[in-house]
């Protein structure tokens, strides 16, 4: 089946670096990535969809220069969390679809961001 | 603006029985699809069952099948037979499709489904 890998799993940083993810689909041409922020005990909340040739279209309340989104090809995606804070730390998933609506997203394994 | 709805935070089904967990969702775009996910305590993501906003019947995957109802804007999911793996959060999604050709998917606040032995 189709695999996501998300890199790093766990990461753990001083406040005031900055953290890059990675997102890779390995076996099929994801012309969209999404990528989602979950707290604790809590739903997935959409920050960002990243489609082919295209900006990644940010949602409401997401600050576009605290995380950048680089939708490089069709198999890697990258958020960068520019200049962390505690504030910032959290569970963080991608997520990569194939070319048609009706396919299911598949997930990385998520990457836990812990911010000193 | 798009919104997704899971009013039960929490629920509880006794081994082999079934259950059905209610989602219900706002759109005002005529062509979309609705989404099941499964999420365990390890994290990861696993998806259950899919349907779309123009297909005629219920969708069925197994021991899971969604109850839609057009009218009402609910996909409730209904799983029969429960097994103590089944426990787990549950995510209902909704995605539609951008003018520019893209897609945006959003998650309910989920389920917490407990299966007792």
């Known amino acids: 089946g189709a695999v996501v890998s998300q890199h790093p799993s766990w990461v753990i940083c001083k406040s005031g670096t900055s953290v890059k993810i990675e997102c890779r689909s390995l076996?099929?041409?994801?012309?969209?990535m999404f990528w989602y922020r979950q707290f604790p005990k809590q739903s997935l909340m959409l920050m960002a969809t990243?489609?082919?040739?295209?900006?990644?279209?940010?949602e409401q309340g997401v600050e576009k220069d605290k995380f950048l989104i680089n939708h490089a090809s069709l198999t890697l995606s990258t958020l960068t969390v520019t200049s962390a804070h505690p504030e910032d730390s959290s569970f963080y998933i991608c997520?990569?679809?194939?070319?048609?609506?009706?396919?299911?997203?598949?997930f990385g394994d998520g990457t836990r961001l812990s911010i000193l | 603006a798009q919104k997704i709805t899971q009013t039960q935070p929490g629920m509880f089904v006794q081994e082999k029985e079934a259950v059905t967990l209610d989602c219900t969702y706002d759109?005002?775009?005529?062509?979309?699809?609705l989404f099941w996910y499964k999420q365990p305590s390890s994290g990861e993501m696993i998806f259950l069952i899919y349907?779309?906003?123009?297909?005629?019947q219920n969708a069925t995957e197994g021991r899971y099948s969604l109850n839609f109802q057009k009218a009402r804007k609910s996909a409730n999911l209904v799983i029969s037979a429960s097994q103590l793996g089944d426990s787990a959060m549950y995510f209902c999604?909704?995605?539609?499709?951008?003018?520019?050709?893209?897609?945006?998917?959003?998650f309910g606040a989920g389920t917490r489904l407990f299966v007792k032995a």
């Open positions: 997520s990569a679809l194939r070319r048609g609506g009706n396919q299911p997203q598949h």
């Open positions: 076996d099929f041409q994801a012309t969209t």
């Open positions: 990243s489609n082919e040739g295209s900006k990644a279209t940010y």
């Open positions: 759109t005002s775009d005529p062509s979309y699809g």
């Open positions: 349907q779309g906003s123009y297909d005629q």
């Open positions: 999604a909704m995605r539609e499709a951008f003018n520019t050709g893209g897609f945006k998917t959003i």
